[in-house]
């Protein structure tokens, strides 16, 4: 596939189900040992906190993660294309990512593997000059990376090399993982923003389930909302993914803003940030205004954009038709201080 222009439409997407050796493992799991991947419970009782109070609280593993993405040996240049990669473009770029969600998504991989794998594309590129042939390489090879530290079962490498039409070969796979390896320091502990999202979540349904659910029925309402809102922040986040004006923001503010968005998109009258969420985030929605105003220019033009595979996804019933909704202009002083 090219990089240089959308996929023409008369030539049928690899899909890896199409290779001799399928199928290919669906077995999903959370990153073991990945200390952003919490199940944040209700409040215990004085008898199971005995032990459970000896583990990091969901905040202070927040603020640890929050402390790591500050390392700039670690983060990636917001201004690497057209800089560091003079011959590479942002629509080169959004037209590789939107493919590896597709190719995650042929191979059952979970989400943290593409958030890993984006993460090492753009790092690798903020400091070594890449020729544009080799995109489609460098994209696949980033996930094979990712779904060894993120899955149960990575993709054999002739099943990556396939979803290419057999550009590559195994050996230039391998080349390339010890090249991406080897600029990294073999260190891809950088957060995510899907860390910081699942973070966030856990801890605002922990709160919000406590002040909504006075009443049966109310437990069903919230349950139903916040479901709607993980599934919508989600979507919003692999938008920013896709979006190279996104690169520059820190991971943690692009999950707030996405909370944030989601938040509006779903009750556009209600103020989508509060003091809670500025407490547990760190940020104030003025601090958000930035990167929430260019999610929201992506999910307003997606439609119009020749890359859908997000789109697509987020279409399902599974994510409850998400990427459906429209949002409308944000009011200015919903970026104000919160009254206290």
């Avoid at 990575?154 to 099943?159: I, S």
């Avoid at 909370?259 to 929605?285: M, T, V």
């Amino acid at each position: 596939m090219a990089l240089d222009a959308p996929p023409e439409e008369d030539h049928p997407k690899r899909r890896a189900s199409d290779h001799p050796d399928s199928p290919v493992s669906s077995k999903k799991r959370e990153v073991v040992g990945e200390i952003a991947n919490l199940d944040i419970q209700s409040p215990a009782t004085k008898e199971e906190t005995t032990e459970e109070s000896k583990q990091p609280s969901p905040c202070s593993i927040y603020k640890y993660l929050h402390t790591m993405e500050r390392d700039e040996n670690k983060r990636p240049l917001g201004n690497y294309i057209g800089t560091v990669q003079k011959r590479m473009t942002n629509d080169m770029r959004e037209i590789l990512i939107d493919w590896l969600v597709e190719v995650t998504e042929e191979f059952k991989l979970i989400s943290d593997t593409l958030y890993i794998g984006v993460s090492c594309i753009d790092r690798f590129l903020s400091v070594h000059p890449l020729d544009k042939n080799y995109l489609q390489l460098l994209g696949i090879t980033a996930i094979l990376i990712a779904s060894k530290q993120a899955d149960i079962c990575c993709p054999p490498e002739e099943r990556l090399c396939f979803m290419t039409d057999n550009t590559y070969n195994v050996s230039e796979v391998i080349q390339m993982e010890k090249d991406v390896l080897a600029c990294l320091n073999s260190d891809l502990c950088y957060p995510t923003s899907r860390n910081f999202l699942r973070i966030l979540i856990g801890i605002f349904h922990s709160h919000t389930n406590t002040l909504r659910c006075t009443k049966p029925f109310d437990y069903l309402v919230s349950k139903k909302y916040d479901q709607q809102m993980e599934f919508l922040a989600c979507y919003l986040l692999e938008l920013c993914l896709l979006s190279s004006k996104c690169i520059k923001f820190l991971p943690s503010i692009a999950a707030a803003s996405a909370i944030f968005l989601s938040r509006f998109i779903l009750e556009p009258k209600d103020h989508p940030w509060n003091q809670e969420l500025e407490c547990r985030s760190g940020y104030k929605a003025s601090d958000l205004q930035e990167c929430v105003l260019a999610i929201h220019e992506v999910h307003s033009n997606i439609s119009k954009w020749p890359v859908q595979a997000v789109r697509e996804k987020y279409m399902k019933s599974k994510f409850m038709s998400m990427a459906s909704l429209t949002a409308g202009e944000i009011p200015a002083n919903y970026f104000e201080p919160i009254d206290q």
